[in-house]
């Protein structure tokens, strides 16, 4: 399953994934990650979400995203929801195909391995395709 929050820069985006990760710590039965660009969210998140700076690491494009949640969950197959801060800024692309190309295979993903996603993407709602809309 993948959930998207959508809206332009200072929509409350943030403020509603903050709420959404501090009750899946308390729901989940498995780990909750969050991979943010850098650390914002490091005291406003439950200490017991684990916190990925997705800038320590080289994370070029989409499909390498896709390399570095399968290890991830490769590396930890307690993993139940994973939470994707800004997904534009960490992966440095804001092309609409290539975006709903990556959410269907996060959709495929968390079906096959039982994961929830949220995703956050600074974008305006009129600038993306139904293909992504259809996530929220």
């Not at 820069?9 to 991979?35: R, W």
């Not at 993903?109 to 809309?133: C, H, P």
């Amino acid at each position: 399953m993948v959930r998207v929050l959508l809206g332009n820069k200072g929509s409350g985006k943030t403020k509603k994934l903050i709420e959404m990760i501090n009750s899946a710590v308390l729901t989940e039965h498995g780990n909750v990650v969050c991979i943010e660009w850098d650390r914002e969210l490091t005291y406003d998140i439950h200490y017991h979400i684990r916190l990925v700076e997705a800038s320590d690491f080289y994370i070029p494009g989409y499909e390498a995203l896709k390399g570095f949640i399968s290890g991830l969950y490769a590396g930890n197959y307690d993993i139940t929801h994973i939470f994707v801060d800004n997904l534009t800024k960490i992966v440095r692309n804001k092309e609409v195909p290539q975006m709903e190309e990556f959410l269907d295979w996060l959709d495929r993903f968390g079906e096959r391995n039982n994961l929830k996603f949220t995703v956050t993407i600074s974008m305006d709602e009129a600038e993306l395709s139904e293909g992504v809309r259809k996530f929220q």
